[in-house]
């Protein structure tokens, strides 16, 4: 750029591709330690790669992207919105981890074993603000958000006071409240209106009845975060490239671009200054420095830890603590 002149799209594509093949081992470290990890925050998103023109028995060309992020690693898949993705992705090695998600109806899929789940309740407190929408009159879906938000609250206060757990008092009267207000919203939509979002609500309603475990799992353990909103975080930056740039051109750079994108996100969750990670990672060997690794109970890994090697990316970075407050 100094010259006036800028690179060209193949020297690009192949300092893309340099820097992820220095990065495959790396790469598979980050995975590994992620399976290790007691609660792993999962989210996806499209983005457009590729070629225009959708492929046979698909409505769009979009592919999806996926990421798994802990408080010290993230690990990106490109793929599509179907179970093969899903099966490739860290999922089926997650059996022994809580897995925080969406609700998309993939991850309860048996094919990828049996999964702790936690629901994002923060995908659960805006389907309830659009209850409210629908039933304007009614008090249940502001007793029942009210309720998700205050055991939230109660979590991170319980963290920032190095309690292990919410005050059971505090703990069983807001689920209470929860659970009432479940009850009473079942009853007052036992028949289907002609409004739009009924049925909708009526299905949510239904989640949360038959799943109190999933929704209220970060209630009884504070190393669950009760929201998916770290792991849309870490997919914003591909939000913002797509807004700015357009359509990829390439799946396979594209890959290439999130592998390395995942090291530097993991590199900064270190401390990294992240040009100095991607300047190793294409001068190669990428910066990998032997660590001890963490208390059991640190950031919410699991004991299988002490089993993993000493690798890179072990050491939480300076001010991070086992009391993180999570929205």
């Excluded at 939480?316 to 929205?327: C, E, F, M, V």
Aim: glycine share 8%.
């Amino acid at each position: 750029m100094l010259t006036g002149a800028a690179p060209s799209v193949g020297f690009v594509h192949g300092m893309l591709s340099r820097a992820a093949g220095q990065l495959a081992e790396v790469d598979k470290r980050i995975r590994a330690l992620i399976t290790l990890t007691h609660a792993v925050c999962c989210d996806e998103t499209p983005l457009r790669v590729g070629a225009e023109t959708p492929r046979p028995g698909r409505k769009k060309a979009d592919k999806y992207l996926l990421v798994a992020r802990t408080e010290l690693y993230t690990h990106y898949l490109l793929g599509d919105r179907d179970l093969g993705t899903f099966k490739a992705f860290v999922l089926t090695e997650l059996t022994e981890s809580v897995v925080v998600h969406d609700r998309y109806h993939l991850y309860d899929s048996a094919r990828l074993g049996e999964l702790t789940h936690q629901l994002c309740c923060q995908h659960l407190l805006r389907d309830l603000a659009g209850v409210v929408e629908t039933y304007p009159d009614a008090h249940w879906p502001i007793q029942i958000a009210d309720a998700l938000r205050g055991l939230i609250h109660q979590a991170n206060l319980a963290r920032d006071a190095g309690r292990d757990t919410i005050a059971a008092a505090v703990r069983d009267e807001l689920i209470k409240q929860f659970t009432n207000g479940v009850l009473v919203g079942l009853s007052d939509t036992t028949s289907p209106g002609g409004r739009p979002g009924e049925r909708k609500a009526h299905l949510l309603l239904e989640v949360l009845r038959d799943r109190p475990t999933d929704v209220l799992r970060f209630a009884h353990d504070l190393r669950v975060p009760p929201t998916s909103n770290q792991a849309e975080r870490d997919l914003r930056p591909s939000k913002i490239q797509q807004k700015i740039s357009g359509r990829l051109t390439s799946e396979q750079r594209t890959t290439d671009r999130y592998r390395i994108r995942g090291y530097l996100s993991t590199a900064a969750k270190h401390g990294r200054n992240m040009i100095d990670a991607l300047r190793d990672a294409i001068l190669g060997p990428p910066g990998c420095h032997p660590t001890p690794p963490l208390p059991d109970l640190s950031i919410g890994y699991n004991p299988a830890y002490r089993a993993a090697t000493g690798g890179s990316f072990a050491t939480p970075p300076r001010g991070k603590t086992t009391d993180q407050r999570w929205d």
